[in-house]
């Protein structure tokens, strides 16, 4: 440890250190980018599949459970399988699932049909983040995975920009079902070029000695899996299930009602939705990367994790709270920066979080936490579709979707500080 230490601060003060790793990020940026385009794609032709196919708001909410569900179900296996089978083989794995099953909506015809290929998404794309966060975890010191982790978590922003600009081009050239197909091939290149190029840090080539130091400057870790009943004994693992399960819905409420919401209420068609989609997303990719830098750059003057990390939280969960007037403001513009103000503090609070699970667990727990953590989120964003859908059926109101934003954040981060109020490492069995 001691030898390593020596390495990577020479290499630092003489400028060698590589920089390799943040190709693998690149990796996991194109990744998380391509799950966001495959799930956005549905949400951005809504408007108009509900009035083609004839689904009522209440059966878009349960299409939209039906992915979340599979989403669950998917992370209670998808952290444990990448533990055990590396991230090589786990993400490849999960990708082959997910991009077949986004090209399988173009055979939809029915409410049914499209529930059973967001279903089979979900399983698929529910190994994507717990792969990306043990990734980071093998290929970045502590130091530095908070940002590594906001630079890949922008892929969700990314994709949800891609989404509404190519979209609505497809589905006006060659019919909605060519936007499901044209994911597959963004997925099949993925594939290959991971395939290709990914190794851990100790078997890749062109990782230099000095690089693959810094990586491991951190003190040495157990490889051993950790059972999850063992996780489960720990507050820590709650504190992170207990954030997911209370600000994940939120996220997954603007990627699948946005546009109806701006449909509704603003009357955008599918080639007027693009502009402010993008603009939300924009602001959410930036809050993404902004998150994870602040909490970094705290650590850099000196503070503690704890300090750092909650305090960059308590920023964006700020961000999220003017939300609650954006259903109720006249100006299209008005509601699109209030909505993307909230994006931004999203995603900087998601990076946050994330890394969360490195700051309190070793990288041999870190996939099982995320996916547990995962799939508190996704029981929430079941909750949440249940709940918008028979809201809109009855009311029509967005308004306490909207004030349940705002709010939860800040309740969240109350629940973190009340379980793990100074971020100590949870002591595993070896």
Known sequence: MQANSAVAEASSATGVIGHYRWRICALLLFATTINYVDRQVLGVLAPSLQGEIGWDEQQYGYIVTAFQAAYAIGLISAGAVIDRLGTRVGYALAVCVWSIAAMSHSLAATVVGFAIARFMLGLGEAGNFPAAIKTVAEWFPRKERAFATGIFNSGSNIGAIVAPLTVPIIAITWGWQAAFLCTGVLSATWLVLWWTIYRSPEQHPKVSAAE??????????????????????????????????MTDPIWWFFLFWLPKFLNQEYGLTLTGLGLPLVIIYVMADIGSIFGGWLAGRFIKLGWSVNR?????????????????????????????????????????????????????FPRRAVASVVGMGGFGGAVGGMMIAMFTGFLLQTTGSYVPVFVMAGSAYLLALLVVQLLAPRLEPATLAK
């Open 308 to 360: 750092a990390r909650k305090t960059a939280m308590l920023v964006c969960a700020l961000c999220v709270v003017p939300i609650v007037f954006a259903s109720q403001v006249q100006n299209l513009w008005v509601a699109v920066a209030l909505i993307g103000l909230a994006t931004a503090g999203h995603q900087g609070w998601s990076a946050n979080v994330f890394t969360l699970t490195s700051d309190m």
């Open 212 to 245: 693959l130091a810094y990586i491991r400057s951190d003190p040495p870790e157990q490889n051993t899996p950790v059972p999850w009943l063992h996780l489960l004994q720990h507050r820590q693992t709650w504190a992170f299930v207990a954030a997911k399960f």
